[in-house]
């Protein structure tokens, strides 16, 4: 029987310390103080806040920056600095509030709420997520599953009901190609008994699996765990292929449910097959 690890899109209720738990922006129409966890400052009922420019402060440091314009003025006018077009209302072209949920530099999602406080998302990131395949079709490149999740993750930031996402508990695979020694020589034993044409080879690709946080069996280092498995394009049939681990060769079965850790570790989480 093999070890098991979790590698699912569930995403985690608790995003680390860099989170920025729905921090409002630092602009708005009027300014002010906003409130903001970690904010140095602080509201008259006591929450940490920082405080916003005005919107006419932001167009004026734009302005400013006008001087710095290296460029022809006739073919690149203006600024340097550019309020970016997520800020303006697509219809009216009025600048409108918006928001960011940021994790770091490089992951965040931008959105503006309606009326009754419901976010839309304007922007998003794939960083964190662009490296894993389409969890409904492996072959598709429809990337719209991203803004599912970052859907999810500022609603439940708000405080509001999030929505089950049809692949929520599907593994976190992603593809990579045979590119060195290294990576085709844990999976030679897959290959015995097998014509060449069948046989793996260099730069066909395969399956890569990323184990979620605490979901790696208890008797391996996760700096020195990577599961990858031949190439299979039906998504029902990842929990019950066999994955290799590449610094070890041992084989392991993947999960999305269950417990983490030890001999039966689930959600993207790996059990060791013995």
């Known amino acids: 029987m093999p070890k098991i690890v979790d590698v699912s899109y569930r995403p985690?209720?608790?995003?680390?310390?860099?989170?920025?738990?729905?921090?409002?922006?630092?602009?708005?129409?009027?300014?002010?103080?906003?409130?903001?966890?970690?904010?140095?400052?602080?509201?008259?009922?006591?929450?940490?806040?920082?405080k916003a420019l005005t919107w006419a402060d932001v167009a004026d440091i734009v302005e400013q920056f006008s001087s710095l314009n290296p460029y022809d003025r006739e073919v690149v006018p203006g600024s340097v600095l550019k309020i970016e077009d997520d800020n303006f209302d697509p219809e009216t072209r009025r600048q409108r509030q918006l928001y960011c949920y940021a994790i770091s530099?490089?992951?965040?999602?931008?959105?503006?709420?309606?009326?009754?406080?419901?976010?839309?998302?304007?922007?998003?990131?794939?960083?964190?997520?662009?490296?894993?395949?389409?969890?409904?079709?492996?072959?598709?490149?429809?990337?719209?599953?991203?803004?599912?999740?970052?859907l999810n993750i500022v609603r439940r930031a708000l405080k509001l009901r999030t929505r089950q996402l049809s692949f929520e508990y599907s593994p976190a695979i992603g593809r990579v190609t045979i590119s060195s020694p290294a990576v085709i020589r844990p999976l030679a034993a897959l290959n015995d008994g097998k014509t060449y044409g069948k046989?793996?080879?260099?730069?066909?690709?395969?399956?890569?699996?990323?184990?979620?946080?605490?979901?790696?069996?208890?008797?391996?280092?996760?700096?020195?765990?990577?599961?990858?498995?031949?190439y299979e394009s039906d998504p029902e049939r990842w929990t019950d292929i066999e994955w290799i681990d590449?610094?070890?060769?041992?084989?392991?079965?993947?999960?999305?449910?269950?417990?983490?850790?030890?001999?039966?570790?689930?959600?993207?989480?790996?059990?060791?097959?013995?």
């Open 12 to 50: 985690s209720r608790n995003p680390g310390p860099q989170a920025v738990e729905a921090c409002r922006s630092v602009a708005s129409e009027a300014g002010g103080l906003v409130a903001c966890p970690g904010g140095s400052l602080r509201l008259p009922d006591g929450r940490e806040a920082i």
């Open 105 to 150: 530099s490089k992951r965040y999602a931008l959105f503006v709420l309606d009326s009754k406080g419901t976010p839309t998302l304007t922007k998003w990131s794939e960083h964190g997520l662009g490296h894993l395949c389409n969890p409904t079709d492996l072959d598709s490149d429809d990337r719209r599953w991203i803004p599912q999740v970052w």
């Open 199 to 230: 046989q793996l080879k260099p730069f066909n690709f395969l399956l890569t699996c990323h184990v979620r946080v605490f979901g790696h069996p208890s008797d391996v280092d996760p700096e020195r765990f990577h599961l990858i498995a031949p």
């Open 246 to 274: 590449q610094y070890s060769g041992k084989p392991y079965r993947i999960t999305t449910e269950g417990h983490h850790g030890g001999r039966g570790v689930p959600g993207s989480s790996a059990r060791l097959l013995a």
